[in-house]
T-cell receptor, first 116, second 113 residues
Framework: GQQLNQSPQSMFIQEGEDVSMNCTSSSIFNTWLWYKQDPGEGPVLLIALYKAGELTSNGRLTAQFGITRKDSFLNISASIPSDVGIYFCAGQLGRAGGTSYGKLTFGQGTILTVHP | EAQVTQNPRYLITVTGKKLTVTCSQNMNHEYMSWYRQDPGLGLRQIYYSMNVEVTDKGDVPEGYKVSRKEKRNFPLILESPSPNQTSLYFC????????????FGPGTRLTVL
């Protein structure tokens, strides 16, 4: 199936630092998403991107849908301890009526640790 | 409260003993999906359903079955579990029009001995 390469695999940062992570694919996607998973819980949607080149913010989080439709990045500014968790990118290829319409492909995740 | 519930949350079983993990959502969502999460591999989609009686394979469907007889429920069935199915399983749902913006359940940790 589709593969997403997410980097870095893990990050150890000091509180207040900015964070950047990205996701690349060998195939194009029509939708890019970023989810966060807190320890012991299910992932929660942070940002959804639907158009190539789109730049969207959600508080201290900013994400972009790459112009080639094969990549996306997520930035977190001024990190705080509650930013700790696993961040996943996800991509959706399918168009209505297509065979992949319901498929969602996730990256391997970036484990973020924030030191106070 | 809008939510996706899964039962059981933890299960230890033995190879070959059929089991079912239930998933239920109270948001009237058309789309539901099952994922497994393994270290270093992220989440991988097992099966999804875009409406009642409509199911499709994800990327790792082997060894699993699903059914969608009612809109709110989407059980995951392991007819003959094997140790390589030891994993953390998540159910998710969303409206069909925003099928990528999924709400996830709390997870079921399955160990097959």
């Amino acid at each position: 199936g589709q593969q997403l390469n997410q980097s870095p695999q893990s990050m150890f940062i000091q509180e207040g630092e900015d964070v950047s992570m990205n996701c690349t694919s060998s195939s194009i996607f029509n939708t890019w998403l970023w989810y966060k998973q807190d320890p012991g819980e299910g992932p929660v949607l942070l940002i959804a991107l639907y158009k190539a080149g789109e730049l969207t913010s959600n508080g201290r989080l900013t994400a972009q849908f790459g112009i080639t439709r094969k990549d996306s990045f997520l930035n977190i500014s001024a990190s705080i301890p509650s930013d700790v968790g696993i961040y996943f990118c996800a991509g959706q290829l399918g168009r209505a009526g297509g065979t992949s319409y319901g498929k969602l492909t996730f990256g391997q995740g970036t484990i973020l640790t924030v030191h106070p | 409260e809008a939510q996706v519930t899964q039962n059981p949350r933890y299960l230890i079983t033995v190879t070959g003993k059929k089991l079912t993990v239930t998933c239920s959502q109270n948001m009237n969502h058309e789309y539901m999906s099952w994922y497994r999460q393994d270290p270093g591999l992220g989440l991988r989609q097992i099966y999804y359903s875009m409406n009642v009686e409509v199911t499709d394979k994800g990327d790792v469907p082997e060894g699993y079955k699903v059914s969608r007889k009612e809109k709110r429920n989407f059980p995951l069935i392991l007819e003959s579990p094997s140790p390589n199915q030891t994993s953390l399983y998540f159910c998710a749902s969303s409206p069909l029009v925003t099928r990528s913006e999924q709400f996830f359940g709390p997870g079921t940790r399955l160990t097959v001995l």
